[in-house]
């Protein structure tokens, strides 16, 4: 009898599943694993949240799901007991740099309202409190004196530049009393000993003066006084009391000297994505895109006519005499006497100038109309305008290889104007605030509110829960983050876990939670505060659906589900259920992992280097000039825990230093005294787990170049050259052969303005890119576009003829992408899938030895017999003659490398440091992190 604390599914056949039948228990944690392209993310993700996704919508309002569009069914025959579900997969969609992790997890939102309503602002010329008293105060305080009371209501005279100026301004303006230095006097007599006072004197014009009658006090004339002084006296009034005492008066905040007034502060001030808040310099970003001069014109010994400027050449312009810039170029070079065959480098500087920052007078130039006058704002300004304009990302990203993000030089990447980057709580500005470590910040908090006895209710309860959302992203193991950090820099693991960690502070309760590969990215002393949160989810009566390959994961899980056997065509079936230790004793690949059958990691091991990388002085973020020797020929791993300077180190230090010393490269590498040992390498391979691209256009086919050999192919057919179709009509970006309604994509984007885009299949050539001409070609029975359709495994058994194509998709078998489909879209894999399209990418081309290849976690997402796989390519890639260096958690992985390199202790500012070198041997017996995790292995 079916369990109805279980979710049924019956035959789920998405994508390669073969008619699974499965029964998930709820309220529990389960795991679900097996090969890379085994189904375990159609199984998760595309049937049953999918599914859980598809009942929500049903359930909204006709209004609702009429935005939202058709929503597919999955195929799948039934599913039942499917609680609501959440999917907090890696791909998070944020690439926005107005995205931080404070603005995400809501933190900044509970900051902007401490500071608004609690925060003291202070003057930005003399750094003295500025002050605010409401009108209400004031009659409060003027209740309280006796009758008889005398008062003085005064204003701070502006007009006029000096002392007598300002005399005869308040005499012409009807006042007959003034106030300076604290005397009262008419304003007759103060003109007539003007010459007894310094030029630079304030002085005040006195408004009204009463006494206080024993009946109530006269609110109306008061209030009129005041604001009559305020108005005249920079938004400020002073009430005299009895010649001894003031009080001041003001709605908006006031500088005790006079220096400075903002208006009342609002949370909204404190938002770098509004307006009102944000730096005018930089829009609220910190930063802003100059253009690089070097990466503009890279070689300055070409002259102006032989094409020296970069962009006017490749950027939307015609660089060219017959085009508009060459035009502009002899335009200034006519009016401004100078050579455009001259060397760039022998140009005046003045001359040079006016190419680069544009000139005042209008320019004629020639064109088919006649003269034409324009205004040339310069190269500068050229490139900063088609970067702000550019509408897509391809054309951005174009417009970018000539620019470089620097600081604001207004805000200093504060991203605030002045007057609130001045607010203080508890003595400490907001941006101080958000650039502190979590963990950090998680203590200014706690030991704060523990001194103050005094802190209003209300802010002591906004306190508290910033400091609970403090806690659960650091039990998350994300306390090295901080809050400025903007998303687009997180790793897809790291967005995840700030999203798990979330989820304990919303309070849900039977939801399931669909995660993927949460513990990429982190080190394995951390996964054990992830396991808690887990626990904690559970215990609140959720359900926990998890793709994953750690063992952590899989000793504490309730029920693991293992697929495969293989990937692709030869997966897509449930080879066990059950717990950690029956798994242990299953004859899959995973059992047999995981009770040692099939043995660890093996291969051979290399002695001592002959040649080293020496790095020294390395200071790039949290590095403490670390100075290292790095050996070469040599399987090198890189180990520590989150945020302790891996990557710091080895791609922004290593990597971009070496690709500006070998390959001669513009980006700006990160900091460090020197690096020798560079000589040895020949080419310089860096491939980390950015994506190929974020249009669909993209794919690994594309990527590889073999796309561009199938093409040929198709186009060699009778069929082809009977049609006189040629190669450019089977590539889909190019008119002529591929279907114009939807350009080629085989989708329609829906602009849903204030929602997500939406993305419907093409009507007219069913998904399948091309019009019908060149859909009737076929090479052996197929398509061009089911070629696309293929899985690389497939297609290399497919194309077994042509020895260029089947040897580069042999090399994506061997790095575990069989299973891909050569035309899926970049926008569909994951960070460790497009690193490895990247890899084999470049394993396919030629290599003569002495390359340095830097891989940026490479075991992401892979099932332990896929790892095996890897290793066996890098070890190759080492046996001839290359240097491997991998950033790597998998402790499999670090113990079969010929030297590792741990850095830590912790991370953020606690960490930048070498706590070891050497052999894998010796790590297991060190007090490092890593060193402890592998002794408990």
Same mark, same amino acid.
């Given at each position: 009898?079916? @369990? ?8 789920? &056949? ?155 301004? !308040? ?5 007959? &009393? ?25 002085? =005040? ?44 008066? @003001? ?35 910190? =930063?802003i895109a100059q253009m690089d001069l070097d990466k503009s014109i890279p070689n300055k010994k070409l002259s102006l006519a032989e094409g020296a400027i970069a962009p006017w050449f490749k950027v939307g312009g015609r660089g060219g005499e017959d085009g508009i810039w060459g035009k502009v170029i002899m335009a200034l070079a006519k009016k401004y006497k100078f050579s455009i065959n001259c060397e760039v480098r022998k140009l005046p500087k003045e001359k040079l100038d006016k190419i680069i920052f544009g000139v005042d007078e209008e320019l004629e130039i020639e064109t088919d109309r006649g003269i034409r006058k324009i205004k040339f704002d310069g190269l500068s300004g050229y490139l900063e305008r088609k970067y702000q304009t550019a509408i897509r ?100 693991? =790291? ?8 989820? *304990? ?29 887990? =626990? ?16 952590? *994961? ?21 080879l066990f259920e059950g717990n950690y230790e029956a798994l242990k004793k299953s004859s899959t690949a995973t059992g047999k992992y995981l009770s040692k059958k099939k043995s660890s990691l093996k291969r051979k091991f290399f002695g001592s280097a002959k040649n080293f990388l020496v790095v020294k002085g390395a200071s790039h973020h949290n590095l403490k000039k670390v100075d290292l020797k790095i050996p070469l020929g040599r399987l090198v791993g890189f180990a520590g825990v989150s945020g302790s300077g891996k990557s710091s180190l080895v791609l922004d230090v290593v990597a971009k230093n070496l690709r500006k010393k070998i390959h001669g490269a513009l980006e700006e590498p990160g900091q460090c005294q020197s690096i020798t040992g560079w000589e040895? *390498? ?30 040929? !192919? ?48 093409? @009507? ?31 297609? &290399? ?48 081309? +030629? ?88 002794? +408990?292995?």
């Amino acid at each position: 009898m079916r @369990s109805h604390g279980s979710i049924i599914v019956e035959g789920a &056949r998405e994508n390669n599943l073969k008619n699974v039948n499965i029964e998930i228990p709820k309220e529990q944690i389960v795991v679900i694993t097996g090969p890379s392209g085994s189904g375990k993310s159609s199984l998760a993700f595309d049937v049953i949240y999918a599914e859980g996704h598809r009942r929500y919508a049903e359930n909204l309002s006709s209004q609702a799901r009429f935005f939202l569009g058709g929503i597919k069914k999955p195929k799948v025959r039934k599913i039942e007991n499917l609680p609501p579900a959440i999917a907090l997969s890696q791909k998070s969609g944020v690439i926005s740099k107005r995205s931080t992790v404070g603005t995400v997890t809501d933190i900044y939102d509970f900051l902007r309202l401490l500071f608004a309503n609690y925060g003291k602002p202070h003057c930005v010329v003399c750094g003295k409190e500025m002050f605010q008293r409401s009108l209400d105060s004031v009659y409060a305080e003027l209740e309280q004196l006796p009758a008889g009371a005398f008062l003085v209501i005064t204003g701070q005279w502006k007009t006029g530049n000096n002392f007598r100026a300002k005399l005869l301004s !308040i005499d012409s303006a009807g006042y007959a &009393r003034v106030r300076i230095g604290g005397e009262i006097m008419t304003t007759i007599a103060a003109l007539e000993k003007v010459n007894d006072y310094p030029p630079e004197t304030s002085v =005040e014009a006195v408004v009204d003066r009463l006494t206080l009658s024993k009946e109530k006090i006269d609110r109306e004339r008061i209030a009129d006084s005041i604001f009559t002084a305020a108005r005249i006296g920079d938004k400020k009034a002073k009430i005299i009391i009895d010649h001894t005492r003031e009080i001041i008066f @003001s709605h908006y905040y006031v500088c005790p000297d006079g220096c400075y007034s903002i208006k009342s502060i609002t949370a909204s001030d404190f938002s770098f994505n509004q307006p009102a808040g944000a730096c005018p310099k930089c829009d609220g970003l910190g =930063e802003i895109a100059q253009m690089d001069l070097d990466k503009s014109i890279p070689n300055k010994k070409l002259s102006l006519a032989e094409g020296a400027i970069a962009p006017w050449f490749k950027v939307g312009g015609r660089g060219g005499e017959d085009g508009i810039w060459g035009k502009v170029i002899m335009a200034l070079a006519k009016k401004y006497k100078f050579s455009i065959n001259c060397e760039v480098r022998k140009l005046p500087k003045e001359k040079l100038d006016k190419i680069i920052f544009g000139v005042d007078e209008e320019l004629e130039i020639e064109t088919d109309r006649g003269i034409r006058k324009i205004k040339f704002d310069g190269l500068s300004g050229y490139l900063e305008r088609k970067y702000q304009t550019a509408i897509r990302e391809g054309g951005r990203n174009e417009v970018e290889k000539y620019l470089s993000v620097k600081t604001c030089p207004v805000c200093l990447g504060r991203r605030l104007k002045d007057m609130y980057l001045n607010v203080l709580f508890w003595g400490t500005s907001i941006d101080k605030l958000v650039a502190m470590e979590l963990n950090d910040l998680k203590n200014f908090f706690t030991e704060n509110l523990k001194l103050d006895k005094t802190i209003d209710p209300a802010a002591r309860k906004i306190i508290q829960d910033i400091i609970e959302r403090l806690n659960n992203l650091i039990r998350g193991g994300v306390g090295y983050l901080n809050l400025d950090r903007s998303c687009a820099t997180l790793s897809g693991g =790291e967005y995840q876990r700030i999203r798990i960690a979330l989820q *304990i502070y919303s309070g849900l309760s039977g939801v399931l939670y669909v995660l993927d590969e949460p513990t990429v990215g982190l080190h394995s002393r951390d996964v054990s505060k992830l396991i808690n949160i887990f =626990e904690e989810l559970k215990r609140r009566g959720n359900s926990l659906l998890i793709v994953e390959h750690d063992q952590q *994961i899989f000793r504490s899980a309730d029920w693991i589900i293992d697929m495969g056997p293989g990937a692709g065509k030869e997966g897509g079936m449930v080879l066990f259920e059950g717990n950690y230790e029956a798994l242990k004793k299953s004859s899959t690949a995973t059992g047999k992992y995981l009770s040692k059958k099939k043995s660890s990691l093996k291969r051979k091991f290399f002695g001592s280097a002959k040649n080293f990388l020496v790095v020294k002085g390395a200071s790039h973020h949290n590095l403490k000039k670390v100075d290292l020797k790095i050996p070469l020929g040599r399987l090198v791993g890189f180990a520590g825990v989150s945020g302790s300077g891996k990557s710091s180190l080895v791609l922004d230090v290593v990597a971009k230093n070496l690709r500006k010393k070998i390959h001669g490269a513009l980006e700006e590498p990160g900091q460090c005294q020197s690096i020798t040992g560079w000589e040895k *390498i020949n080419k310089l391979v860096a491939v980390d787990q950015s994506p190929l691209g974020r249009m669909t256009r993209s794919n690994p086919a594309t990527y590889s170049g073999v796309f561009t050999l199938i093409r040929e !192919i198709f186009a060699e057919t009778d069929e082809a050259k009977k049609l006189s179709l040629r190669p450019g009509h089977f590539s889909f970006n190019m008119k002529g052969g591929r279907c114009e309604y939807c350009q080629g994509e085989g989708i329609i984007k829906v602009d849903m303005k204030f929602l997500d885009d939406l993305y419907s299949v093409c @009507s007219h050539c069913g998904g399948k890119r091309y019009n019908s001409k060149v859909l009737s070609v076929k090479y052996h029975g197929a398509t061009i576009s089911d070629v696309l359709d293929m899985n690389i495994e497939y297609a &290399r058994d497919f194309f077994h003829a042509h020895s260029c194509i089947k040897d580069k998709l042999e090399t994506f078998c061997q790095v575990g992408l069989g299973y891909l489909k050569l035309g899926q879209g970049a926008d569909q894999l994951s960070g460790g899938e497009a690193q490895r399209v990247k890899l084999a990418t470049e394993l396919a081309r +030629k290599s003569a030895g002495r390359s340095l290849y830097i891989l940026d976690e490479p075991t992401v997402g892979l099932h332990m017999a896929d790892i095996a796989n890897l290793m066996k390519v890098l070890s190759a890639l080492v046996e001839k003659g290359n240097s491997v260096f991998v950033i790597e958690h998998n402790l499999d992985v670090l113990s079969a490398c010929d030297y590792v390199i741990e850095m830590g202790p912790d991370g953020g500012a606690k960490g930048g440091r070498v706590i070891f070198e050497g052999e894998p041997r010796k790590l297991i017996k060190a007090k490092t992190p890593t060193g402890m995790e592998m002794r +408990k292995n």
